[in-house]
């Protein structure tokens, strides 16, 4: 990751428009990324003003957001399959106690 950083600056330096934000952007699978790149482009093109800092800070919120809901999804997606599975083990302990017992009754009919 150093060195595409590294290459991201040498290319902000020798192109002044958005097409090395967007370059370095493509890196990620995220598109939110592409968003926080632009917003940065628009800080470095009109000067560090509010509304550039601002936006900058909501598409940073945003992106924490999208993550931190995509890890609890996953975790619930892991949750709901560990539930699952002691349901399948659970059945599978009762259908075998079922056949036991069928078998023990069915040998002390039979005399045994």
Avoid: C, W
């Amino acid at each position: 990751m150093n060195q595409k950083i590294n290459e991201f600056l040498i290319k902000i330096d020798e192109d002044k428009s958005i097409i090395p934000f967007l370059e370095f952007a493509r890196y990620f699978k995220n598109k939110t990324i592409e968003e926080v790149m632009i917003s940065l482009y628009q800080m470095v093109d009109g000067g560090y003003a509010d509304n550039y800092i601002n936006q900058f800070i909501a598409v940073f919120e945003n992106l924490r957001k999208r993550i931190n809901e995509e890890n609890l999804h996953n975790r619930y997606n892991k949750m709901n399959n560990l539930n699952i599975m002691t349901l399948i083990g659970s059945g599978y302990l009762m259908l075998v106690m079922l056949v036991v017992i069928v078998n023990i009754i069915g040998e002390m009919t039979n005399g045994f």
